[in-house]
């Protein structure tokens, strides 16, 4: 996510506490201490916690019709939930958080809010540059006319950053050298070597090394003075990456080898696979192909354990809301239904001479049969999501999007409305793999379906039905102008896709067919559609057609 400023610190700006607009003061409290909770978790780097605390905490404060630290709330958790790549939820919870500080004329705190979901939308999971760009405009606009020179210059660097994943250069080094001067005027030393840092990314994605190694050298002697450690690293990485690049091995080793160590010893697993990727392409240019090949295996290493940190992310976020629902539940009967709690707690001591001897009779059969359960629900549960998910894409498969198809379909002619379905395919696929090899075009394949996945509306589907094709089912009734804005976003969307961590100048599109109508046989709506997508690439692919 570009943003230097605003989305860093968002949930560290609300440590005031709101006053309370009613309720009962012990949910208040409580409501308020879920929150500071939050803070403490995310600060401590325990986001899947977080997001549950946080979510509980604005669910209390909505219902004491505390907006401000409902606001609040929303705010942690969007920036906790784009922390674990919940792009759809962040943006959820920040738009949220925006409406309330809008509603009570919290003017700095919507701005901020509005940085965050700007920040969102110029993620490369998301893609939407165009959106950050106008969201970003806006803001600067409003921090020029206010005279916030400092949120100025953050916001031209959060520009400059965008528009170099939406890989316009030339307007990322502009917006870039304007935040330099910014920062320059308010002696912002350290955000000046920052911003120069990503200048020479920029230039090293121009292919314009020597100007990259120029700037790089400039931010790694500030940092280096300053005895800031975990800039310089990162700065003798960008740099490694540019001396590579320009053959000169033995000084990209050196460097990236400082910063392997670093990342190694600090277990930053994410910088350090993307480290471990460049050594090993230095490696194979000096021809040294058995350490080339050990460091392709401790990325592979890496990527593994990465994709378990993920799971146990998930893990501890439902454990925690597991837990945080159920003491909910017992606080709020605590204070709200004493005579029934302490009904209850009389039952509890009748019962528990009976429920011991039970316990103590049953005890080991329970335990058994409570296994062979477990493993019997597992089971059922790994089946099922094997029988109707496709394992590269982790979409519906074929005979899943199908018999989703048909239900929607049938619901369609139940309510005599009108119906549509997408079919889409990836332009030239067979050349990305002839080209790149079959590994990046599984990669590129994965990539369009999480794509795709952000870009449809809620309720609508997107299944894989072979190869490179796919098919959407849009919910509820649709029009065609409502399906060919589907079609087109979807499009839109995956043109702009980032590849480049996949393969260089890789680039992807569709094309893609709609049917819409009252048709409600499967088979003569999936061939309408296919129809309009042989159009679509007989017009020059990269386009929409529609019954």
Not at 339 to 365: F, K, Y
Not at 400 to 412: H, M, P, Q, W
Not at 438 to 444: A, L
Request: hydrophobic share 45%.
């Amino acid at each position: 996510m570009p943003v230097r400023r605003p989305l860093l610190y968002a949930f560290a700006i609300f440590l005031v506490a709101a006053m309370a607009q009613g309720g009962d003061p012990d949910l208040l409290a409580r409501a308020r201490a879920l929150v500071a909770r939050g803070d403490a978790l995310q600060k401590a780097d325990r986001v899947a916690e977080a997001v549950v605390v946080y979510t509980e905490a604005a669910k209390l404060a909505a219902s004491l019709h505390d907006p401000a630290l409902e606001a609040r709330a929303r705010s942690g958790a969007g920036y906790a939930h784009y922390n674990l790549g919940s792009m759809a939820d962040a943006l959820d919870n920040l738009q949220t958080a925006y409406r309330l500080f809008s509603e009570l004329g919290d003017e700095d705190r919507k701005r901020d809010a509005l940085s965050s979901i700007a920040g969102v939308y110029a993620d490369t999971q998301v893609a939407q540059y165009d959106r950050a760009i106008e969201y970003y405009k806006q803001l600067l606009a409003d921090y020029e006319r206010t005279g916030k020179e400092g949120e100025a210059g953050d916001t031209l660097f959060n520009l400059g950053t965008t528009y170099d994943s939406k890989t316009d250069f030339k307007a990322a080094e502009l917006n870039f050298a304007r935040a330099v001067a910014v920062y320059q005027r308010l002696n912002r030393a350290a955000d000046v070597a920052y911003t120069r840092r990503s200048i020479g990314l920029t230039l090293m994605k121009q292919n314009r090394l020597s100007e990259a190694e120029t700037v790089l050298d400039d931010a790694i002697r500030f940092y280096q003075r300053e005895h800031d450690e975990g800039n310089l690293v990162l700065a003798l990485q960008y740099r490694g990456m540019v001396r590579r690049r320009m053959g000169r091995y033995a000084d990209a080793l050196r460097d990236l080898q400082i910063a392997h160590d670093y990342y190694q010893k600090g277990s930053n697993l994410r910088f350090l696979e993307r480290n471990v990727e460049e050594l090993a392409l230095v490696f194979a240019g000096m021809g040294d192909w058995q350490r080339a090949y050990a460091a392709a295996q401790e990325r592979t290493s890496l990527q593994q354990k990465l994709a378990e940190s993920r799971r146990d992310d998930v893990s501890a976020r439902l454990r925690v809301q597991f837990d945080f629902e159920k003491k909910d539940q017992e606080n709020v009967a605590l204070h709200r239904e004493n005579s029934l709690r302490e009904a209850a707690l009389r039952e509890s001591r009748r019962s528990q001479q009976l429920q011991i001897a039970i316990i103590a009779l049953t005890g080991l059969l329970a335990v058994a049969l409570a296994l062979l359960f477990w493993r019997q629900v597992a089971h059922t549960r790994r089946m099922r999501t094997i029988a109707l998910t496709d394992d590269l894409t982790r979409l519906p498969n074929r005979r899943n999007i199908l018999t989703v198809a048909g239900v929607e379909l049938d619901a369609a002619r139940r309510g005599d409305r009108e119906a549509a379905l997408i079919m889409f395919d990836i332009d030239r696929f067979k050349n990305i793999n002839d080209t790149y090899g079959h590994n990046v075009g599984d990669e590129v394949l994965k990539l369009i379906a999480r794509g795709c996945r952000l870009a449809v509306r809620p309720g609508d589907q997107v299944g894989r039905i072979g190869g490179e094709e796919f098919l959407v089912v849009l919910h509820g009734a649709t029009t065609r102008s409502q399906a060919a804005e589907v079609a087109e976003r979807l499009r839109a969307a995956v043109e702009a896709l980032d590849m480049s961590s996949v393969a260089e100048g890789l680039r992807a599109t569709i094309s893609l067919g709609v049917w819409s109508g009252q048709q409600y046989d499967l088979v003569a709506a999936m061939n309408a559609a296919d129809a309009m997508l042989y159009r679509a690439k007989e017009s020059g692919r990269n386009r929409v057609f529609c019954v």
